[in-house]
């Protein structure tokens, strides 16, 4: 961050890569049409990254979580939705691609986007309102305004889930939800869509993924149920449904090949290629959590899985076999930490696990796992031979940095969870903080010894996201609060500061604290 000549301003951090997928967006992985790209949400932003140069760059414009991404069918235009709170507007940016530029915002629905699809031509962009709004709308591309909107589903059912273009037709798109399947036609001459009810029989399900066919004759539905629906598009009529053995925990994506095939995503982490009328498995794969998004590259050669568990994984058709190429935490990052004079390598810490990254090729070179507990800090002490970390069990955990082997345990460090750990530069001793307001001190050389409490006012309360920083094994650690009391570990200072981290600076005698340069106690 680089100050700004004469009036002494910051300037704004330029992202250069992001580790991260969102896999609880559904069918929020694309491949692009120029098959060299894929684009995927990651918080307000939509990354596209390169499949081979694995460069990235980013669409920013959202002010919440981006909830839904699509791509046009020439690649001209990428439109994205987000969530917002109860009674305000969730915006749609529609994107120029090539020129990787905000053309504008489309502001109607309140509360969150739940899908968009392009028509065929890019003519026309479908949008679907989440569970607050209820609507379906069409947009036209060219003027950015609306054309019509209604509401998604019948009130004799629930609200609908998601909203597919059709294949051949600008005018024709299909919504499904809860009990509800909707095929809409768009009278371009009186600006209104009528809605046609599908019907299934006996059978009531709720639908969580969609599939138009090329040729528009049907589309097919995956449901909750665990199985996959067929409904002609002519007669509006359910006219399969199988496979005979459900699939565990729904379908959750779908992939129709040119073939003729199509390949099921479940909320088990089962990927199928189905075959027939009867939807018979011919293949089958299992990766890491339940399948949000399948997405093919180019013409049936090779496709991407997208999980819940934030992970990626690319797949030949031929040879059906799963390829992990991104992974992530998939809970909120509680540290993160540069082991002392190397920045090739970093270490993070959340719900379960450790993980060390390779910085360069921002991969994931080691991963601790701890089930069931969450890792809430984590320091490396500087000679680099130990990684320590802090435990909402209350306990700190040792391990070696080049394999991931525990080292040593200190059995209940904290009664209401470890929250806060720093090493002191020597490596001897280990200075702790926990939810119950305490900060102890401990030698490492010999982890059964008795735990020396250092002096601390009765209001002390360590936060989750802290930090602590020693520049030199003779100077005070400097401590932070939630109270938002900073302290040190020879005495306690009462100035007050919303910040909850503060750092020494690189130069003697001073630390940063809320941004502003302020001199040491």
Known sequence: MAAAKGDGAVGELELQAAIGFNGHVPCGLICHPDKEHILYPLGCTVVIQHLDTQKQSFLHGHTNNVSCVAVSRDGTYVASGQVTCIGFKADIILWDFPKQELLARLSLHEGKVEGLSFSP???????????????????????????????????????????????????????????TIRVWELDTATKKIHPSECYAGQLKRIAMCVQVTNDDDDFYLGTTSGDVLKV?????????????????????????????????????????????????????????GGVTSLTCRGRD??????????????????????????????????????????????????????????????????????????????????????????????????????????????????????TAIAATSDCKQIISGGGDGQALRKKTNDPRQHVVQMRVLP????????QWNRQKAERPALLCSLDCVLGSARWLCNQRSARLSVEFHQRDGHHVRRGVLCHRW
């Open 459 to 466: 209001s002390w309360r360590v936060p989750d996201n802290h």
């Open 121 to 179: 031509r890019g003519i026309y962009l479908v949008s679907l309102g989440g569970q607050d709004d209820g609507r379906v709308m069409v947009w036209d591309v060219s003027k950015r305004e609306a054309v019509c909107g209604s509401p998604a589903s019948p009130r004799s059912a629930g609200n609908a889930n998601v909203v597919v273009c059709s294949s051949c037709r600008d005018e024709m798109f299909v919504t499904a939800g809860n009990f």
């Open 301 to 418: 050669d090779q496709f991407f899985i997208g999980t819940n568990k934030c992970q990626m994984y690319r797949s030949a058709y031929a040879t059906f076999k799963e390829e992990l190429v991104a992974v992530c935490h998939t809970e909120a990052v509680n540290d993160i930490v540069f082991p002392a004079g190397h920045s090739d390598l970093f270490v993070t810490c959340s719900t379960n696990d450790i993980r060390v990254w390779y910085t360069p090729e921002r991969w994931e070179r080691l991963r601790i796992t701890v089930p069931n507990v969450t890792c809430q800090a984590v320091e490396v002490t500087r000679d680099g031979m130990v990684i320590l970390s802090a435990w909402n069990d209350g306990k700190i955990r040792a391990f070696v940095p080049a394999t991931g082997e525990p080292m040593y345990e200190i059995n209940n460090a904290h009664n209401l969870g470890v």
């Open 232 to 288: 002609n598009t002519s007669s509006k009529v359910v006219t399969a449904c199988g496979p005979q053995k459900k699939f565990s925990m729904g379908v959750t994506a779908l992939l129709l090949l040119k073939t003729g095939g199509l390949i099921v995503g479940t909320g088990e982490g089962t990927v199928a290629l189905c075959t027939g009328s009867d939807f018979q498995v011919k293949k089958r794969m299992r990766v890491e």
